[in-house]
């Protein structure tokens, strides 16, 4: 075989777009069911644009600040948690229902899918890459303690580690335990504490001192 | 299974989709969803055998190819549903191939009739 031309036998002139096989396989699917009349562009164009960029793990921390400032708000929430998070207009269009799971120093929950990878999409926004991986799906359940540990939680032994296995008609959100310190803030100020992974209950609130750390005037 | 292996996030939420493909087919499975086509009960359980099936075929399943089970759970479930046949999705595939090809660079690939 010559080495003298590097087109390798294929011409990639200016007129030739390649397109991933996935692309063309999901360019398939939606031209048809475009034709088919069972989608529309529009309505696909907001899915993506209200996942991407509307609804995040923002959504929930608001909630947890409120719960924490706020204790008939958090009796609600802990009571039907579906319906305290829709106070804010934050509703699931799969019907799922939403739990919420309190922290203590006696306990520690983790939630996990471990069948696919329900998350609650209207409080935490799409999950995470490592939420969806086999490690942490199967991990969670089989030993929590380690899982948590390379997430940085150490927890003493006197806590239970509860696991929550997600379905497509149950999600679950934590409820992270108020930072030491934080009597004097906002509402505001306790939803910059509140991160995503407090929430799956792979991490904790973050404390107080991080909010000097962000530099807000 | 180490720390790197479990890929951790070291910092906020990055990208919830790394490629336009995998925001089309999500926003494909809602649409139909919405739609009717499907329970979302149907399609956790036509999404959780997708990816079990994948495993089975060696996926190390590390959450990057997530939307690749996604695509394929919803390809099978809108036959299953008798909407799409297998032939329509392979004949599509290869027409928008060919019109990808045929189209210069910087202009929309359309698909003729």
């Known amino acids: ?217 | 299974m180490d720390v790197d292996r479990l890929n951790l996030p070291s910092d906020g939420d990055g990208p919830v989709f790394k490629e336009p493909w995998e925001a089309e087919a999500f926003a494909l499975a809602l649409g139909l969803h919405e739609r009717g086509l499907f329970t979302w009960t149907e399609w956790a359980d036509a999404l959780a055998e997708e990816i079990a099936r994948a495993q089975g075929a060696g996926d190390p399943d590390q959450g990057d190819t997530y939307y690749q089970h996604w695509l394929a759970a919803l390809e099978r479930l809108v036959q299953a549903k008798g909407v799409v046949s297998e032939t329509e999705l392979t004949e599509r595939r290869d027409a928008w191939e060919r019109a990808a090809h045929s189209t210069p660079h910087g202009q929309p690939v359309i698909l003729k009739p």
């Not at chain 1, 009571?79 to 509703?91: H, V």
């Not at chain 1, 995470?128 to 390379?150: D, G, T």
């Not at chain 1, 803030?185 to 973050?206: H, K, N, Y």
């Open chain 1, 1 to 217: 075989m010559s080495h003298d031309n590097d087109d390798h036998g294929h011409d990639h002139r200016s007129s030739d777009n390649h397109w991933s096989e996935l692309t063309l396989r999901v360019k398939a699917l939606e031209s048809l069911l475009v034709e088919k009349k069972l989608v529309e562009p529009a309505a696909l164009d907001a899915f993506i644009d209200t996942y991407e960029t509307k609804i995040g793990p923002r959504n929930g921390a608001r909630v947890i600040a409120r719960a924490w400032s706020d204790p008939a708000y958090k009796a609600r929430l802990l009571t039907d948690a579906s319906a305290a998070i829709a106070e804010f207009g934050y509703t699931g269009r799969q019907g799922e229902d939403m739990v919420v799971l309190e922290n203590s120093a006696k306990v520690h929950n983790l939630v996990v899918c471990t069948l696919c990878s329900c998350y609650p999409w209207p409080v935490l926004g799409l999950p995470p890459v490592w939420y969806k991986a086999a490690p942490y799906r199967a991990r969670a359940v089989r030993e929590p303690r380690a899982v948590l540990a390379e997430f940085g939680v150490t927890l003493g032994g006197d806590v239970e580690v509860r696991v929550w296995d997600s379905t497509a008609e149950l999600r679950y959100l934590v409820l992270p335990e108020r930072p030491a310190g934080s009597e004097d803030l906002s509402e505001t100020e306790l939803g910059l504490l509140v991160t995503r992974d407090a929430m799956i209950g792979t991490g904790l609130a973050l404390p107080v001192a991080s909010l000097s750390k962000r530099g807000c005037p």
